[in-house]
């Protein structure tokens, strides 16, 4: 059974700094892209980054380049994305995603988390 769990959301003040994790269970994380998603309440959800099978190439999103990092740790089956110099519009519901295969960013995955909120305010 395919899973992703996603945690470390929290209430955070701007400039601050948070880190999610995507805990993968059920395939073999390393054969997986794995993306990191974001929606705002009435917004489309957006791709934040994401981070290949391979040789970890990574990709970001204009919006959180230089102050977002994504990273894995196959043998914990584990994603990360570290978020610093958070700002208000980084509020949202964080979703991690993965897709078999290699590179990225991607039109489509294949499994999904639930989701974990995280707001930036005073």
């Known amino acids: 059974q395919v899973q992703l769990v996603e945690s470390g959301g929290a209430l955070v003040q701007p400039g601050g700094s948070l880190r999610l994790s995507c805990a993968t269970s059920g395939f073999i994380l390393d054969y997986y892209v794995i993306g990191w998603f974001r929606q705002a309440p009435g917004k489309e959800r957006e791709g934040v980054s994401c981070?290949?099978?391979?040789?970890?190439?990574?990709y970001y999103a204009d919006s959180v380049k230089g102050r977002f990092t994504i990273s894995r740790d196959n043998a914990k089956n584990t994603v990360y994305l570290q978020m610093n110099s958070l700002k208000p519009e980084d509020t949202a519901v964080y979703y991690c995603?993965?897709?078999?295969?290699?590179?990225?960013?991607?039109?489509?995955?294949?499994?999904w988390g639930q989701g974990t909120q995280v707001t930036v305010s005073s």
């Open positions: 995603a993965a897709d078999y295969g290699l590179g990225c960013p991607r039109s489509s995955y294949d499994y």
């Open positions: 981070i290949s099978s391979s040789e970890g190439s990574t």
